[in-house]
T-cell receptor, first 115, second 114 residues
Framework: EPEVTQTPSHQVTQMGQEVILRCVPI?????FYWYRQILGQKVEFLVS????????KSEIFDDQFSVERPDGSNFTLKIRSTKLEDSAMYFC?????????????FGSGTQLSVL | DAKTTQPPSMDCAEGRAANLPCNHS???????VYWYRQIHSQGPQYIIH???NNETNEMASLIITEDRKSSTLILPHATLRDTAVYYC???????????????FGTGTLLAVQP
């Protein structure tokens, strides 16, 4: 079965540094998502992306965050000036369509640790 | 968004059926019920979804009551590898054309016992 691939699996960074988390969605999918999960907490929606623009974003997704689809295969999440509270597991997801009858496929995540 | 209520935890004996309940009394007629699971901080894994009719696939069965106010996920023969947090999600239909995202709650921690 096709998979969503995320790299790196673990990322350690110093507070204040910028990080880029990378995702390769399933090849024929058109809708892309980022979620995060702080240790012991819920999986939280961050942002969705379609047709090269943000479709929806949560309150968490402030000016510190940005997303990009730099080429036909990658989907990235950039976190500028990381804070300690950005430490979390970040999940990328994709779906073929945006309808409610279309399932999301999730990657295995990137564990971000901000020191 | 339609809210779901799930028990925080359940146990099941290996080889037996696991029946995970979910209440969603405020569900709207065009909202699907989705089940995902998360094994030890891995990415959420799709299990099954349905609208009105009962559904079955290679992983599980989904039983939705006639009034759609509750559903049950059935794992017919639970194994130790089925130990995970199971999320019941009512997928909000957004008429405005946004992405109809999945919103995760706290789920049910299913512990399959040997």
């Amino acid at each position: 079965e096709p998979e969503v691939t995320q790299t790196p699996s673990h990322q350690v960074t110093q507070m204040g540094q910028e990080v880029i988390l990378r995702c390769v969605p399933i090849s024929n999918h058109l809708y892309f998502y980022w979620y995060r999960q702080i240790l012991g907490q819920k999986v939280e929606f961050l942002v969705s992306f379609y047709n090269n623009e943000i479709s929806e974003k949560s309150e968490i997704f402030d000016d510190q965050f940005s997303v990009e689809r730099p080429d036909g295969s990658n989907f990235t999440l950039k976190i500028r000036s990381t804070k300690l509270e950005d430490s979390a597991m970040y999940f990328c997801a994709s779906s073929a369509q945006g309808s409610t009858n279309e399932k999301l496929f999730f990657g295995s995540g990137t564990q971000l640790s901000v020191l | 968004d339609a809210k779901t209520t799930q028990p925080p935890s359940m146990d099941c004996a290996e080889g037996r059926a696991a029946n995970l309940p979910c209440n969603h009394s405020t569900i709207s007629g065009n909202e699907y019920v989705y089940w995902y699971r998360q094994i030890h901080s891995q990415g959420p894994q799709y299990i099954i979804h349905g609208l009105k009719n009962n559904e079955t696939n290679e992983m599980a069965s989904l039983i939705i009551t006639e009034d759609r106010k509750s559903s049950t996920l059935i794992l017919p023969h639970a194994t130790l590898r089925d130990t995970a947090v199971y999320y019941c999600i009512v997928r909000n239909f957004n008429y405005g054309g946004a992405t109809n995202k999945l919103i995760f709650g706290t789920g049910t921690l299913l512990a399959v016992q040997p």
